[in-house]
């Protein structure tokens, strides 16, 4: 079936070092490709996202990059603070009859050490 | 704030007794999911409603019965639920596909659940 995969599970990187966290779908017809942060009691919150005619997409620190024929997407975190620290998502969606459907990654727990 | 509101935050309840999660989107959105969140698992979506009708019903036991009343109210009616149903459940609105708008959820920050 429709699957998202996503690695690493776990990310733990030094102050001011970058992360990246992978992820690889199956769906070729998906289109569209957000990213969201989860932090301790909160729900996911959309930090950037991406669609498929763009191939990159930068906000800050935070850059998404995007390889349709290879299905894969990338977030990319520069000069990483403990505040970034937090749950990573990435998902893919598509318009489907009635609504949206999006597959979701299992998550990259990221670590930022001060 | 992203829009989404959730009562409860916590819950604690047991196996016999029926409760009622609710959600709530000020975002003028027009589809509404709910999504259950255990310990090292994906997101597992469990109900999706686009213009107050369920379109997706990801075979979710009878246990948990959805209804939205409305395009900005969502409730998740809870009885005779099981220990393994304790998780973090999440509740998210969008557009729908028909507005021609991307697919972008916004979530609550969730209840998290527990059962006895």
């Known amino acids: 079936g429709e699957n998202v995969e996503q690695h690493p599970s776990t990310l733990s990187v030094q102050e001011g070092d970058s992360a990246v966290i992978k992820c690889t779908y199956s769906?070729?017809?998906?289109?569209?490709f957000p990213w969201y942060k989860q932090e301790l009691g909160k729900g996911p919150q959309l930090i950037i996202d991406i669609r498929s005619n763009v191939g990159e997409k930068k906000d800050q620190r935070i850059a998404v990059t995007l390889n349709k024929t290879a299905k894969h997407f990338s977030l990319h975190i520069t000069e990483t603070q403990p505040e970034d620290s937090a749950v990573y998502f990435c998902a893919a969606s598509k318009a489907n009859t009635g609504g949206f459907k999006t597959i979701f990654g299992a998550g990259t727990r990221l670590f930022v050490k001060a | 704030e992203t829009g989404v509101t959730q009562t409860p935050r916590h819950l604690v309840m047991g196996m016999t007794n029926k409760k009622s999660l609710k959600c709530e989107q000020h975002?003028?959105?027009?589809?509404m999911y709910w999504y259950k969140q255990s310990a090292k698992k994906p997101l597992e979506l469990m109900f999706v409603?686009?213009?107050?009708?369920?379109?997706e019903n990801n075979s979710v036991p009878s246990r948990f019965s959805p209804e939205c009343p409305n395009s900005s109210h969502l409730f998740l009616h809870l009885h005779t639920l099981q220990p393994e149903d304790s998780a973090l459940y999440l509740c998210a609105s969008s557009q729908d596909w028909t507005s021609g708008g991307v697919a972008t959820q916004y979530f609550g920050p969730g209840t998290r659940l527990l059962v006895l």
């Open positions: 975002l003028g959105h027009n589809a």
């Open positions: 409603y686009s213009l107050e009708e369920r379109v």
């Open positions: 769906d070729s017809a998906s289109n569209y």
